[in-house]
């Protein structure tokens, strides 16, 4: 196996190893560092589980950045260390694409909210990193005829090439079974999706019928806010119909129709100051009060919450499949091929195995961050303006005195609120059906 490839493809190999492994490290310490510290990160569910897996990436691009180090040196503690954590946790990542997937079930058909999800994740734990364990921890130990299990693999210490058939059955097999299980719940979710997303936009059409025709018509100056914890007025209910409306929602309108009545008993005319009849002053003109929703309207947009994060949970499933595909298959062809004809190799399919495997880390960060694109742009404004304020005093003084002294401006009243870049919260994200 080693005398069909050149010195300079070995070479070359390295190379491409060890730089898609730095890129891999430097994309799994973004995802776990902005997880951890921004809340901004947190609000897909999703995100939970690639960074729990984002653990195992990094490890297993520690040992891809090892490359060829240690082929010399079979029993030594650096060969033995790098086949058993690329062992171990290069077949974590499909694990955690299957525990996307089985999320996708329970959420089309057992109708798990975030919370319960959340309880599935130490589950997850145990399975994706610890099932991978026995097998690498006990290769260490095993001997034929004095010859270990770990080894020279060409690309790096692992599975030598006279344990082949093993290299099949306790890596490459069950990830692929692994990745068909995934397969096979997509192929059953398909048709629900499909209605799903059916469902999604007849309930839309219904949104844009119910909201009143004249509300286009109303100024922009007009309050749309409802206070809580004291009795709102009629001038404050806002005449669009809003987003899915909570009880509280519900209580603060029944409030606002009771408080209506008061005054009407008490005679008073809209300002509170009695019924005089000598006033002809007219009250001014109030905006339409907008219909409460029956009961089944407020289940159908509960159920339409909770459809909406189902879709855009599996359409986010759905993209790390595929990187796990493109990861998986080049990798698995290099290693058949090599089975099949009594261990030989090709130089492109050991290329594309050298590419490929290391770059599990790139792909899942690459995923991360298009679903978390407003939260890296958030991100990206806030270090932007850090930066600019300490290479610029004149900022620093500014926003001395605007948090001193200078009131903010309506536009900065109504900006919505960015996270700090020092801010490291530990909160959890919102509830699944409303940020998925």
Known sequence: MMGQLTDGQLGAISIMERSCSVVSILGCLFTIVTFSCFRAFQQKPINRLVF???FGNLMSCVGTLMSRSFLDQP??????????????????D?????????????????????????????????????IPFVPAFVFVFVRRHGARVYGDAVLWCWIEEDWEALRIATFYAPAWVVILLTLIIYIIAG??????????????SDMSLLSPPDAEKEPASRSTQVSYGRRPTIGSIPSRLAPPPDDDLEDAVEGVAQGAGEEALVGGGPCGCGGDESNNTDPPASPPRRPLPDGPTRARRRSYELKSAAWSYTKTSLLYFTGILLIWTPSSANRVYALVH?????APLAYMSGLVLPLQGFWNWLIYTVVSWPACQDLFHELKSWVLRLIRPSSRRHASDDRHGRKPTPREQTAAPSFSVFDCESGM??????NA
């Open 94 to 130: 499909a694990g955690w694409i299957f525990a996307m997937a089985i999320n996708v079930f329970l959420t089309l058909y057992r109708k798990y909210d975030s919370k319960r999800l959340r309880r599935m994740e130490l589950t997850y734990l145990l399975a994706c990193y610890g």
């Open 191 to 204: 048709r629900t999706i499909y209605q799903t997303r059916k469902q999604l936009r007849e309930f839309s």
């Open 429 to 434: 994200p919102s509830p699944f059906a409303r």
């Open 342 to 346: 009594g261990g030989t190799t090709i």
């Open 75 to 92: 029993d030594s503690f650096g060969c033995q260390f790098q086949a058993m954590i690329i062992q171990w946790f290069m077949a974590a």
């Open 52 to 54: 729990y897996a984002s």
